[in-house]
């Protein structure tokens, strides 16, 4: 039977013959294959490849993490149901080896430049395949190497060696695994999948990032789609290797994961959901609905009325030009012995006219609702409230126009010299409310300046603050999450360039620095508290898939401020 190998760019090519009946047990390949994992030419020079890894005797793992015994404990633990954007998948932690047939599709991991013992265990009873296979397309285990070998006629389902890198350090590489088996899965047809994790299947860690990467690739924004067949269910994800964590950790890992999950895809609907249907109104109603779902959260939604009353008058001057009125949303969730107060301040303007697409604008106040609401889902010892302006931003008789001035309820004024700067505007408001009650840390979110995204790109956000030692804990977290951020300097010289003639402040700058002008005009609404702003302009959004998420919203900062909020507790 002619198998065939998935190469890089996702293209095939040729797999290997069957040549006869192999030995009960065996794979039905045929050929000499050298114990040092590399290929002879015939003038017997030898290829780079694959050599066969037999363990640390320092107990530490290429991984870097530690190996450890977890005791006696069963050779497998009950389902744990989880639901992500690709429906509900069942996931199973299981002892064991890798094993042919107990999957539509077996992952098998690799370190670059070696097979593992369970690995080169497989590739025995296969007579050598897989490191045949392996030669006849370079796969060395590079980050991002991946082939898929077709099993034998009568054998269940393909196996698929996917490569982890030289030092796999961090949860990120697991989450990246799991994301790539989940697409594998799709491209196979795969219902039921196996991921082969070794001695790295007792880390909790490793569990839950394996499986929140593979849940999240499952994502996808097709809801308005009358043919939605191409879509693959995964019914079941088994996590193989030996030893497995106790029952307790291993559950709880996993239901980590099937608690931040949904909400990570709830901010992927609100921010890809067309702007006729996410209006400020809808927003508020989306958060209201969570309310009624989670014990402890507690929402409460400022109609254009009691705008008024509060005195937001940068949220009334931009939401003028539009029908829709705007709407405040005040989220907050007291934990059980909560040992910090932290308030989450998020932008959100479901529609923006100032542009090219600006519909990811509203990303920030997206992200707030989201993790509040899984802040509340997990229980974490923390007392957190979120502030969530949302308007529109749109011209019309009664819009606000360049030269205008606002007076905030903080007293500052603000000459309005671009209505498409309206961002700032709104989140001052919220800053300022915020920062009256004390909390111990603020924390913004906005999609606010194009120059983000063009110094940083789409992987990373920006980060500014009046602490470093807030700015360090959310870099860390970011680090630990698979959602890094990148400081920029708070540079004070640069508060010239928001100086106006008429008023105290202006809403641009001259066009340098963007990113840190932006900061900078929200830095005059902040008093008294630690406080850091994260710009998402670039990771909110992607044109393109990406591992974990495919085109559009991608939730970013969900689980970075949760990570955050764990570690408070």
Known sequence: MRGMARSQAGG?????????????GRGAVAGRV??????????GARRPGLRAHHGSRSGRGRSGLRRHRCGDVPSRQEDVPLKAGGGMTAVQLRRGGPRVGTADLLVLPAVEGELGPALAGLDRR???????????VDFRGRADDAFVQQTDAGARGA????GLGREPVGGEAWRRLGARARREAQRQGARRVAIHLGWLAGNSEVIGAVSEGFLLAGYRFDRYKSERSDRVRVDRLLLVGDPIPPAAAGRAALRTVETVVPHVVRVRDLVNEPPSVATPRYLAAEAEKLASEIPGLEVEVWNEKRITRENLTGLLAVSRGSREDPRFVKLHYAGPDARARVALVGKAITFDSGGIPLKPDMAGGATVIGTVAAAAALELPVDVTGYVPASENLPGGRAQKPGDVIRYANGKTVEVLNTDAEGRLILADALALACRAHPDAVIDLATLTGAARVALGTLYAAVLGNDQRLIDELVAAGRAAGEPLWQLPLVPEYREELKSPVADLKNVGGGDAGTIIGALFLAEFVEGVRWAHLDIAGPAFTEKDLPQAPRGGTGFGVRLLLRYLQGLG
Do not use: E
């Open 12 to 24: 095939t090519v040729p797999g290997m013959r069957r040549r006869g009946r192999a030995p009960r």
């Open 34 to 43: 050298h114990r040092t994992g590399r290929r002879r030419d015939r003038d």
């Open 126 to 136: 296969l007579a050598g395949a897989i490191r045949r296979r392996a030669s006849t």
């Open 159 to 162: 196996i698929a060696l996917m």
